[in-house]
């Protein structure tokens, strides 16, 4: 679901499980808020950034605490699932982060802000996201790439902010990280230790300035895009030969890479295509089968030292399309999935 950019929150948003944060229960509602934050029970609207603890009347999850305007650009998106590729996804993370719980996710809340802008500006634009995980036992937050980050509980019992925020570094979050993934912090929730997490135990901190002392902070981000912890929930195939997240894109005149632009794109063959007559465009996505075993194959054949196993397979097929305005050639080689 889409945030309409007139509403400072989502609507109430049914919980499918229960969610336990910090001995508490929630059976009920969630909010996504404009503002970087999500609230339980009750939408809240508050743009200002406060420091952790609050000691506040709320339970509060704030991935990027911040005044945020989406009227002209930028989506805040949501989605929950109890079954799929990403509770797998889900439970894999989870075992790898806190190896000693045996997890197994039965729900998963993803909430995104996908290239949103600061109040006043349209630039520079942040994209961070929040996604809840829970067991039913067991809760656990991922903040994928944050600034003003952490969470706070009613009267600060249990609170934690991710090092650096508040301070003129606090853009560098996005290189840092406690699970050792680029731009990703993770935490157990439900009854957990106040302490930093990495690998499933529970660090000492300075008292004053709550500082995991064994966070990774990483010279720069990933080559690609430097957000390779966010959970994309939705992609499109377009009919000039690209695939984009999020948003279709029509573009059809090619660009050489590197664009410098706003969107994540996969280009196997970006030119204008006219299937009107001829040609069609199809896809696909797998969670078991043969073609998962193929592309395990495939993939510890090209990249040996990995011990890859697949789990998700998405294959986009352009069939013999035709070149625009020559509806009746059809373009070479053929791409087949």
């Given at each position: ?161 991710i090092p650096g925020s508040f301070s003129n570094n606090a853009s560098d979050i996005r290189l840092t990280s406690n699970v050792n993934v680029i731009g990703r912090w993770a935490f157990r929730i439900d009854n957990g230790s106040r302490g930093c997490m990495f690998n499933g135990k529970t660090t ?134």
């Amino acid at each position: 679901m889409v945030l309409q950019h007139r509403f400072l929150s989502s609507p109430p948003i049914t919980l499918q499980r229960p969610f336990v944060y910090f001995g508490k229960t929630y059976n009920n509602t969630i909010y996504v808020n404009h503002n970087g934050h999500l609230t339980f029970d009750q939408p809240w609207w508050m743009y200002i950034a406060q420091r952790f603890p609050r000691h506040g009347s709320r339970d509060l999850i704030a991935p990027f605490w911040t005044d945020v305007d989406i009227r002209q650009t930028g989506l805040v998106f949501y989605n929950q699932y109890i079954s799929g590729h990403i509770l797998q996804r889900a439970t894999q993370d989870i075992n790898q982060y806190f190896p000693e719980f045996n997890f197994v996710a039965k729900w998963v809340f993803v909430a995104t802000w996908y290239e949103v802008p600061y109040y006043p500006f349209y630039y520079p634009k942040a994209t961070f996201q929040a996604v809840l995980i829970s067991g039913g036992q067991y809760s656990f937050v991922l903040m994928n790439y944050g600034e003003i980050a952490g969470y706070d509980t009613i009267s600060s019992k249990h609170h934690f902010s991710i090092p650096g925020s508040f301070s003129n570094n606090a853009s560098d979050i996005r290189l840092t990280s406690n699970v050792n993934v680029i731009g990703r912090w993770a935490f157990r929730i439900d009854n957990g230790s106040r302490g930093c997490m990495f690998n499933g135990k529970t660090t000492k901190r300075t008292a004053a300035a709550n500082v995991c002392w064994n966070m990774h902070l990483f010279t720069k981000p990933f080559e690609n895009t430097g957000k390779s912890g966010i959970f994309f929930l939705a992609i499109n195939v377009n009919h000039n030969g690209h695939l984009t997240f999020l948003q279709p894109w029509y573009r059809y005149t090619a660009q050489r890479f590197p664009m410098h632009g706003h969107r994540d794109i996969i280009a196997p063959f970006w030119t204008d295509l006219d299937n009107r007559n001829n040609g069609q465009v199809y896809y696909k996505q797998y969670t078991s089968g043969s073609v998962l075993q193929q592309a395990t194959h495939d993939i510890n054949q090209y990249f040996p030292g990995l011990n890859f196993a697949a789990n998700w397979v998405f294959v986009a097929t352009w069939y013999q399309v035709a070149y625009y305005p020559v509806t009746g050639t059809v373009s070479s080689p053929t791409l087949n999935g």
